[in-house]
């Protein structure tokens, strides 16, 4: 089992709609969860972290985490066209590394 | 927050040579350092944890004696890719930070042996 699940996409929105996406992770331990953003041919950036459960906003951005179900999704509201990249979900481990999903490629529609 | 700088940002090299990549924490002090490498429309592949003062943990499937890792000090970690092939062409990102909070990646490297 994959440590941390996220659909690899494309997913496209028009612009100005909710792009959301999703992540799954398989350690129940886990306590840290953080999402990167990145362009093409740049280095990851993190644009959200999260601890507990419930939702957390950050401009545009809203994280959201479940721990019961194992499931953090972020939510881009108001998507524009300098939001279309790769998102990361990452998670912690019990040795202290972060674990990244293979990542979703977001397109947003102009 | 947490700012790593990472040299150089691109580097051509001839088949055979090494290569020096640096990945430097410049407000904080990083025991803990990591390696990646990225291959074009993959995901981050993570090669090796670099620990001050002591051996660099690698992942499974990474040669540690082509791909050396020094981390001498709290603030600096290098990898060497020796003896550079054209497979090895790909982009090299370093991270420090702390698990609970986050790891901030360097602006990566994009190798190209030929």
């Known amino acids: 089992q994959k440590e941390v699940e996220q659909n690899s996409g494309p997913l496209s929105v028009p612009e100005g709609a909710i792009a959301s996406l999703n992540c799954t992770y398989s350690?129940?331990?886990?306590?840290?969860f953080f999402w990167y953003r990145q362009y093409s041919g740049k280095s990851p950036e993190l644009i959200m972290s999260?601890?507990?459960?419930g939702d957390k906003e950050d401009g545009r951005f809203t994280a959201q985490l479940n721990k019961a179900s194992q499931y953090v999704s972020l939510l881009i509201r108001d998507s524009q066209p300098s939001d279309s990249a790769t998102y990361l979900c990452a998670v912690n481990s019990r040795d202290d590394k972060i674990i990244f999903g293979k990542g979703t490629r977001l397109h947003i529609l102009p | 927050g947490a700012v790593v700088s990472q040299h150089p940002s691109r580097v051509i090299c001839k088949s055979g040579t090494s290569v020096k990549i640096e990945c430097r924490s410049l407000?904080?002090?990083?025991?803990?350092m990591f390696w990646y490498r990225q291959f074009p429309k993959q995901s981050l592949m993570l090669m090796a944890t670099s620990n001050e003062g002591s051996k660099a943990t690698y992942e499974q499937g990474v040669e540690k004696d082509k791909f050396l890792i020094n981390h001498a000090s709290l603030t600096l970690s290098t990898l060497t890719v020796t003896s550079a092939h054209p497979e090895d062409s790909s982009f090299y990102i370093c991270?420090?930070?702390?698990?609970?909070?986050?790891?901030?990646f360097g602006s990566g490297t994009r190798l190209t042996v030929v």
């Open positions: 407000d904080f002090q990083a025991t803990t």
């Open positions: 350690d129940r331990v886990s306590q840290s």
């Open positions: 999260i601890y507990s459960n």
């Open positions: 991270s420090a930070g702390q698990g609970n909070y986050g790891y901030t």
